[in-house]
């Protein structure tokens, strides 16, 4: 069972309300139980007194005008009037029984005496009630008239009170769990509100969402909206300054930066030029890498020098964070000499952690940080991936000679360079201000003689919800295909075997698909698995809101990570699957 510190906020509050209006409900029938049983008991009780006492005197009257057989009758008439009166008895002071009249079939097996011993007029014995009054009789002697009556009667109307309580604690326990459904759903409505635009900012990094509210309530929801709506307010103001501020800064600030960012991709790029006579596949990927970096960093430098509503300033995207790393160490690797060692620990082939993140920027101050530790006189360097519960962190170690306390304490001032000529000294103060803009922190620790570790702190988003665990389809289940990239095809074709999947198709273009004999009854009830850029005019994800198949489409793109194409698989409510997780994902055949 599920602790009830560990529920969701809104399973508390229900079972709160619902668990109130329980215990309201048995508290109530258990009380007019217990006070209506005792009522009818006691009625019960002083009605057989009083008729037994009223007995008593009319005997007394008429015991001078009747004799024995007309008084034995008397008593046979009281014993059949009521269907609860079994037995009457004539006892005198001493015990002795002078007449006892009975129901047929009645047995009496109660102690005369210890009746008699007892002064309460009621008495109880064996579930029947013992009504005791005294009478003159007989020249003045004292004697006694015991009746036993049966409780089936009473007993009867106690059960129909059961009866009545369990269906009204059962109507009214029904309209408790309809009540605090309703009551949780009005309450958290303004949370989930509230709970929802903060995700999305989450996700999306964008400060203008706000938080629906009353303007003059007295809700606390709408209170505590409205304090959030300031603090959004707040938060976008100041990005906008910092916006302003990347704006503002100099030329040749901004040239100095671009040379020292772009320094490290083109060697990268003519490593891997010198090596692509061999036809290896990993420098032409390095190569793909490295360009699209310089890309980024052109298009920033670009960006920069226009007008003055353009930031200048990379946007951020959620994205995975083992692929960036890992291109880096790749092109770190085509450009080191045989003389210097770069090791990397702890990044897992199967990408999982999502971070928002500036893509160019990021992979730029990572390879800055691994530049300067070998630039520092270091022969080894090792790179470390470790994650925690909210974030991941990537340590960059070095046996290079270490810093002074005195040089440690200027590391991140701008123009600030130590141990290396020609340094423009933006190094570890531009990785700091990018590390900071996308929410983490950078720290850096040096033992002289023994070596540096920079470490970049960075937090850990959710995975997306359109991110698939598997592909999940029936064995004659049509699937289709759709890349322009034949190693893209022959990865899938190779997942299908696996899988033994019976009917698969495979295709390079969307017009190839469209040609296919199989393309209706795919659309129908198969699957389709497309890339977005692809030969064909159309884009895969244009083609997919086409067909608008919803659950049973999947976009496999490189460009998982741009926020146009997340928003896009977002609204249209349909799969996308990182091309780099290909080779790592299942495709599962149901009830198998």
């Not at 509100?193 to 809700?219: C, M, N, P, W």
């Not at 085509?334 to 160019?360: D, H």
């Not at 201000?433 to 470490?455: A, D």
Request: proline fraction near 3%; aromatic fraction near 6%; charge should be negative.
């Amino acid at each position: 069972m599920i602790q009830f510190s560990r529920m969701k906020f809104s399973k508390k509050i229900f079972l709160t309300i619902f668990g109130t209006g329980v215990v309201t409900t048995l508290a109530i029938c258990l009380t007019l139980n217990f006070t209506l049983s005792k009522r009818l008991y006691a009625e019960f009780e002083d009605s057989y007194v009083d008729h037994m006492n009223l007995l008593s005197k009319t005997l007394g009257m008429l015991e001078k005008d009747k004799d024995q057989p007309e008084m034995n009758e008397l008593f046979n008439e009281m014993i059949n009037h009521d269907v609860d009166n079994l037995s009457v008895k004539l006892v005198n002071a001493g015990g002795e029984v002078l007449g006892h009249f009975h129901r047929h079939g009645f047995i009496d097996n109660s102690d005369l005496k210890s009746v008699l011993a007892n002064p309460e007029p009621v008495q109880w014995h064996e579930g029947r009630m013992l009504v005791v009054t005294s009478l003159k009789y007989k020249e003045d002697s004292n004697y006694y008239l015991i009746a036993t009556i049966s409780t089936s009667t009473i007993e009867k109307e106690i059960n129909d009170i059961h009866i009545i309580l369990i269906v009204t604690g059962g109507v009214l326990i029904l309209l408790a769990l309809w009540l605090s459904q309703i009551l949780t759903n009005t309450l958290l409505r303004k949370v989930d509100s509230i709970y929802g635009t903060l995700q999305e900012i989450s996700q999306t990094q964008d400060y203008s969402k706000r938080v629906t509210v009353i303007a003059k309530s007295d809700d606390e929801l709408d209170g505590l909206g409205r304090n959030l709506n300031h603090m959004l307010e707040m938060l976008q103001s100041n990005q906008g300054r910092l916006l302003e501020a990347e704006r503002d800064k100099t030329r040749g600030q901004v040239a100095a930066q671009v040379a020292h960012d772009i320094r490290s991709p083109l060697m990268s790029m003519n490593m891997a030029l010198a090596q692509i006579e061999t036809v290896q596949l990993e420098p032409l990927a390095i190569l793909k890498s490295a360009i699209a970096r310089v890309a980024g960093i052109v298009q920033k430098l670009s960006a920069s020098s226009e007008s003055e509503e353009s930031t200048g300033v990379e946007n951020p995207r959620l994205t995975l964070v083992e692929p960036l790393i890992a291109s880096v160490i790749s092109e770190q690797n085509v450009r080191r000499s045989s003389s210097e060692v770069l090791r990397i620990k702890g990044l897992s082939p199967q990408a999982k952690n999502w971070s928002v993140v500036q893509v160019n920027e990021f992979q730029t101050v990572i390879s800055n940080l691994i530049n300067n530790a070998f630039e520092a006189g270091a022969s080894q360097v090792e790179v470390q991936f470790a994650t925690e519960d909210r974030r991941w962190s990537l340590s960059i170690h070095d046996n290079g000679k270490g810093m002074t306390a005195d040089v440690l304490a200027r590391v991140f001032e701008r123009g600030y360079t130590h141990g290396k000529s020609g340094g423009s000294g933006l190094g570890l103060f531009h990785a700091k201000e990018v590390i900071e803009w996308n929410g983490g922190s950078l720290e850096v620790n040096s033992v002289v003689g023994q070596g540096t570790t920079v470490r970049v702190y960075l937090p850990r988003e959710k995975s997306p919800p359109w991110l698939p665990q598997n592909i999940e389809v029936d064995a004659d289940q049509p699937v289709a295909f759709i890349d322009d990239d034949s190693n893209v095809l022959k990865a899938w074709k190779n997942k299908v075997l696996e899988a033994g999947l019976r009917r698969a198709s495979f295709f390079s273009s969307i017009s190839e698909l469209q040609r296919s004999s199989e393309f209706q009854q795919i659309i129908e009830t198969g699957l389709v698995v497309i890339d977005h850029n692809l030969g064909d005019a159309k884009k895969g994800l244009e083609f997919l809101g086409e067909i608008a198949i919803g659950k049973r489409s999947y976009l496999c793109t490189s460009d998982f990570d741009e926020k146009r194409i997340q928003d896009k698989v977002r609204s249209l409510g349909i799969n996308m699957i990182p091309k780099p997780w290909i080779t790592l994902f299942e495709i599962r055949l149901r009830n198998s």
